[in-house]
Nanobody, 121 residues
Framework: MQPVESGGGLVQAGGSLRLSCDASGRTYRSSAVGWFRQAPGKEREFVAGISNTGIGPDYADSVKGRFTISRDNAKDLVSLQMNSLKPEDTAVYYC???????????????WGQGTQVTVSP
């Protein structure tokens, strides 16, 4: 069962959003988890990752200092706090387990529906 992403929306540049990934159907508790995004006409790209214990988050350079990934293993939830949003952050955001901690590749080839984030200038 794929994860369920939520929390997206329309926001002005400089605004904030908090995305949530409910992985209870598949359970990611023992897995490193990542957020990915795909903008129209572009490849899906890695955004942020967190180990199964929550240590050492990894961020793409484009979001470092603006986004924060966290997780609550008791609830099987992984969150992405996005601050200082820019129009170039506009994309559909997805979560997925990582191949292993330190990888920026997804473990599974199937994806959830994602959640749309649109940042207006």
């Amino acid at each position: 069962m794929q994860p369920v992403e939520s929390g997206g929306g329309l926001v002005q540049a400089g605004g904030s959003l908090r995305l949530s990934c409910d992985a209870s159907g598949r359970t990611y508790r023992s897995s490193a988890v990542g957020w990915f995004r795909q903008a129209p006409g572009k490849e899906r790209e890695f955004v942020a990752g967190i180990s199964n214990t929550g240590i050492g988050p990894d961020y793409a350079d484009s979001v470092k200092g603006r986004f924060t990934i966290s997780r609550d293993n008791a609830k099987d939830l992984v969150s992405l706090q996005m601050n200082s949003l820019k129009p170039e952050d506009t994309a559909v955001y997805y979560c997925n387990a990582l191949e292993y901690w330190g990888s920026r590749r997804s473990r599974y080839t199937d994806w959830g529906q994602g959640t749309q984030v649109t940042v207006s200038p």
